[in-house]
């Protein structure tokens, strides 16, 4: 059995329930930053540098024999590693845990029922995605690669390394704010002349 | 000072974040279902039946002199109490939760950037909602009154009850599928035919 377990963003930001998880498994697979945010023992700790299928396949196979976890920053349905088990025969459970998602609703005060969630992060940016405005603000997961222009001459609020050290916020227009970290959060509002 | 804490859903989904403001806190207000959630000691509790604007000008009220926190059942921010102290003379800070989207989207194994996250509690549901459906799957927060036949004849998976008793996930035509609890979550597949 394999759980993706989601550690949060923030240190103390895991649940009791994942906490649990983790204590009680056999090995934990996790990337240097996902472990960094635990601060408790476990049985058998395993840093992963990259995530690719062969990697996917070893854990799987291992998740056939014992009770393995995969320590998840953020949350594993959020631009996250929940779906990556999904052909492998092997039993896997998702245990929610904190995105950056909320991190940056909750200094916004923007709730998720008015937003889209967009996931730029090493991707391009759809150009259907502009569709979105007529209905809703975005908000664009994005990484140093992302062009802010494709947004036009809208306000943007830039959240970057939420929780982490350099923590930003910055409000200006998409054409002349830098995005300088790979964990980095637009928020674009909707456009105010549609009336729903 | 106000902090708006998100209890999660399960019980034991309280962050270790949370449960330290929760501890620290002069008084906590919540409603009952919330505190169901908690099983540590509190300073002092202060149950809910309604949430009105009385009862946000008495919070915000008592705000201004000590520390309080408002426990929200899931995340302040998904069709949460985190935007009711807009405009009322206090500092509000608002700490995420685990909301029953996240666990919808986990039973789903759907990841939160596939879709677009409707909020139909005691709200009508907009007609344009459906444009969606060319670019994403739905996944709407709904209570009995919801009207499924909205929906068409899509295919549905109806979440309801998640961690609570009588939790169950049923899938089938939405013009044949019955919403049974006030929480309940409605999955619905984008169109397939549109290609992106």
Known sequence: MIW???AGICRGQI???GKEMLRKADIVYGSRRAFE???FELKEKRILGRFDNSVFEEIASEGREKEVVVLSTGDPMVAGLGRKFGKMGVEVRIEPGISSVQLALAKLKVDLTEV???DCHARDFDSSTLDFFKY???LILA???FDLTKL???RVVVLENLCMEGE????GFADSVEIKSDYAIVFVERDKEVVE
Not at 168 to 171: D, N, Q
């Open 37 to 39: 945010l635990i601060d």
């Open 136 to 138: 809703r603000h975005l």
């Open 168 to 171: 930003t916020v910055r409000e």
């Open 116 to 118: 889209v969630v967009v």
């Open 152 to 154: 036009g001459d809208r």
């Open 4 to 6: 993706v377990v989601g």
């Open 15 to 17: 649940t009791e329930r």
């Open 143 to 145: 990484d140093r690669r």
